[in-house]
């Protein structure tokens, strides 16, 4: 009898469908894995603004967690907007309590139009229960600087960072360029054990559709250790996903703001 890989997403609710959960299946099922989720909130947002946000009371997160673990189990957890510190505990020990493996961590802060995601006492609780846990932690620069307490901004500050952020105990670090300037986005990978640090690069594609993307990203990079890939190979594989989600969906007007990257860009007929 076959099995399915299996992807978890531990993550927030997003009505419009182009980031949150509804972004990690998709890339889950596009990147040929079985996708579960565990809802931490509900947000009524689209592509230009967040306007509510409906927290799920900690304790049923957790039973959501339990209620896949005790019953299919996973081979990669995703984790995304965790919005409170008693979020963060919850999870955190259900990770332990289920010694979940290959876990990827987007330690979401801000949402795309600039709505806060993450309480601010909630960002202590990241750092010490949540990011030791982590297989890899995939912070963008704002995010880099809100965890650091520093500006990260310029490429020659992500190699500091990645290392300084690696000491808040995850195994590895990708630290993502997209908010550099310039015609190539460079994402710093850092490998804890044995003090590598890797640059994948990759030809920025201009476009709003941009809703989304570092949700798809830590989840293609979820899906590909859940499918047995080894890191680097896993973070190279996401980072092409990406490109190529992104530039198909350049072609398309979902809404009028930030609309979403193209999933199955390369499942669906061509239109």
């Known amino acids: 009898m076959k099995t399915y890989f299996r992807a978890l997403t531990i993550a927030g609710s997003d009505s419009s469908g182009g980031a949150g959960i509804q ?19 509900l947000t009524a947002q689209n592509t230009r603004v967040v306007t509510g946000i409906f927290p799920a009371p900690p304790e049923f997160i957790g039973q959501q967690i339990d209620a896949v673990m005790e019953d299919i189990g996973v ?40 709505d806060k995601l993450l309480q601010d006492d909630a960002v202590q609780a990241l750092k010490e229960c949540l990011l030791p846990l982590a297989t890899l932690i995939t912070p963008n620069l704002p995010e880099a600087s809100v965890l650091l307490g520093r500006p990260v901004e310029k490429k020659e500050d992500m190699d500091r960072a990645a290392r300084d952020l690696a000491d808040f105990g ?16 460079c994402d710093l990978l850092y490998q804890n054990k044995n003090k590598t640090m890797t640059e994948f690069f990759g030809k920025r594609i201009h476009t709003p559709n941009t809703h ?29 996903y990406i490109i190529g989600a992104l530039s198909a969906g350049a072609a398309y007007q979902t809404g009028r703001g930030h609309g979403p990257v193209h999933h199955f860009y390369d499942l669906w007929p061509q239109q």
């Not at 972004?23 to 909130?41: E, P, V």
């Not at 955190?92 to 600039?114: F, H």
């Not at 989840?219 to 890939?229: D, F, P, Q, V, W």
């Open 212 to 240: 989304g993307t570092g949700c798809t990203l830590s989840s293609a990079i979820a899906a590909n250790l859940a499918r047995g890939i080894e890191l680097e190979m896993a973070v190279k594989n996401a980072k092409a």
């Open 170 to 185: 995850s195994a590895n670090v990708l630290v993502k360029g997209g908010h550099l300037m310039g015609d190539d986005s």
């Open 75 to 114: 081979d990669a957890v995703k984790i995304g907007m965790l919005h409170s510190p008693a979020v963060i505990e919850i999870v955190a020990q259900k990770l332990t309590d289920w010694k979940c493996p290959n876990i990827v961590v987007d330690p979401v802060m801000i949402s795309k139009s600039g």
């Open 23 to 41: 972004a990690d299946l998709k890339t889950f099922s596009a990147l040929g894995c079985f996708g579960m989720s565990a809802i931490t909130a």
